[in-house]
């Protein structure tokens, strides 16, 4: 069964960031790593919604990472899991994933 597999575009923003301030060691530039990344990965880029940004507004404040708030936020209104091991995203009603 194949399933499709998506990078939002939030955890992408993330990576960026942390690349940008030197918390994360990317071999190549930012942009062509992701690139190269979603090719090799047959990656599905989602992009974020009005509908995803509003839904943070109604979510408990479980988790305050503003990144993983609009990725729970994703995953519900998409109907989608997420690969995490951050155990805070149990307290959502949304499907986690971790191998």
Not at 5 to 12: E, N, Q, R, T
Not at 32 to 47: A, G, M, W
Not at 89 to 99: G, L, S
Request: charged content about 20%; glycine content about 4%.
């Amino acid at each position: 069964m194949d399933n499709e597999i998506f990078l939002s575009i939030v955890s992408a923003w993330e990576i960026s960031i942390k690349a940008g301030i030197g918390k994360l060691d990317v071999p190549l530039p930012v942009h062509n790593f992701l690139t190269e990344q979603i090719r090799l990965n047959e990656l599905s880029v989602l992009p974020v919604e009005l509908s995803h940004v509003t839904k943070v507004s109604e979510l408990p404040f479980h988790h305050k990472d503003p990144f993983d708030r609009l990725l729970i936020a994703q995953a519900m209104i998409e109907g989608i899991p997420i690969l995490t091991g951050d155990s805070l995203f149990d307290a959502y009603k949304v499907r986690t994933i971790w191998e």
